[in-house]
């Protein structure tokens, strides 16, 4: 009987040291979510050629989601890039162009939000990090706050992704050592931050790092080139804890940038074809939320172009319908 006992014990013991299940991924999209991704050159570059945002909605077949990206290159979490131009050598303040931010994130409602800051605040060094850390703090206080304007049931779910590596290119550029340096130190504050808030966070920097070993990623050493997003929005599906797609039942990648076989397999040419239209669609909202000469249409040489600011909102529909068809073009076709 005793050696029954200790054989069942024994058998319990081997399946519970099996994992019953793959841990759930980072992120987890439902039907009807509103996903804004906020940041500087980093996530404003990524709209142009749209591999993350193509990557998370593959991911998520046939959902009715909404990715609205409005990264402003050079801007840190003081919002000081987002003010208009009012004058030859002049522009808003801080303050206003943070209410710039606010303003469209109260109009988008998030449910999700994809946060990546501290690239530029990095350069100030390590004595400038808790300025960081308190601002950051900050902005999310505000943009989770701003998310539940009139009634919407606020942010879900919150993504941090550290800044990417400054690569190394060789000389004449500079030697970047110093400057990963520093950028590690924001790297792990913004971990503590999203520990101590509950928010996940996604290390860009080691991510990149382990990258650019094998292939340049960036055709500067901080900006990263269409293969460059290709390839860290392939490994941001590692980052996020996604399980191998599953064949049939998800679009594979699109393909890596000029790849001359990207429309010999079916799968990876209907993802081409989604990348094409998020691409489409990020080009309308853009057109929206941040036209180009906003100062001749928006504040102090309006009196040349203003005219054409009623033209603005005519891009909002264009977008929204290009939402219904990816997510259609999402499900893999037979």
């Known amino acids: 009987m005793k050696f029954a006992q200790s054989l069942i014990i024994l058998v319990l013991s081997v399946f519970a040291a099996e994992p019953t299940a793959r841990a759930q991924p980072k992120l987890d999209l439902l039907d009807g979510d509103r996903i804004v991704f906020v940041g500087s050159a980093l996530i404003e570059h990524e709209q142009q050629g749209g591999y993350i945002e193509t990557m998370l909605v593959s991911r998520f077949p046939g959902k009715h989601l909404m990715f609205r990206n409005v990264g402003y290159s050079g801007d840190t979490?003081?919002?000081?890039?987002?003010g208009l131009c009012t004058g030859w050598s002049t522009f808003e303040t801080q303050e206003q162009g943070l209410n710039r931010l606010r303003k469209i994130?109260?109009?988008?409602?998030?449910?999700?939000?994809?946060?990546?800051?501290g690239m530029n605040e990095s350069f100030n060094g390590p004595a400038k990090?808790?300025?960081?850390?308190?601002?950051l703090n900050m902005l999310l206080d505000m943009l989770t706050e701003d998310a539940k304007d009139s009634g919407?049931?606020?942010?879900r779910q919150v993504i941090l992704l550290s800044p990417n590596c400054?690569?190394?290119?060789?000389?004449?550029?500079?030697?970047?050592?110093?400057h990963n340096a520093n950028l590690k130190l924001y790297s792990d504050g913004i971990g503590e931050l999203a520990s101590k808030r509950g928010f996940t966070f996604v290390n860009l920097l080691s991510i990149t790092e382990k990258l650019a070993k094998t292939e340049h990623l960036t055709s500067n050493g901080i900006h990263l080139t269409p293969t460059g997003y290709w390839r860290v929005a392939k490994a941001l599906e590692e980052g996020l804890g996604f399980a191998p797609r599953a064949e049939g039942k998800m679009l594979p990648p699109p393909p890596m940038p000029g790849d001359a076989n990207q429309d010999a397999n079916a799968g990876a040419a209907q993802a081409e074809h989604l990348r094409q239209l998020i691409v489409a669609k990020n080009f309308d909202f853009f057109n929206y939320f941040r036209p180009e000469n906003d100062s001749y249409i928006l504040s102090f040489r309006k009196r040349e172009q203003g005219k054409n600011a009623v033209e603005l909102p005519q891009f909002k529909p264009l977008a929204e319908e290009k939402d219904r068809q990816i997510a259609e073009l999402s499900v893999p076709k037979a």
């Open 77 to 82: 979490v003081s919002g000081e890039a987002r």
């Open 105 to 117: 994130v109260k109009e988008i409602r998030p449910t999700v939000l994809i946060v990546n800051y």
């Open 129 to 135: 990090l808790p300025d960081f850390i308190s601002g």
């Open 152 to 155: 919407a049931p606020g942010v």
């Open 166 to 178: 400054h690569e190394d290119l060789g000389r004449p550029l500079p030697d970047p050592a110093e």
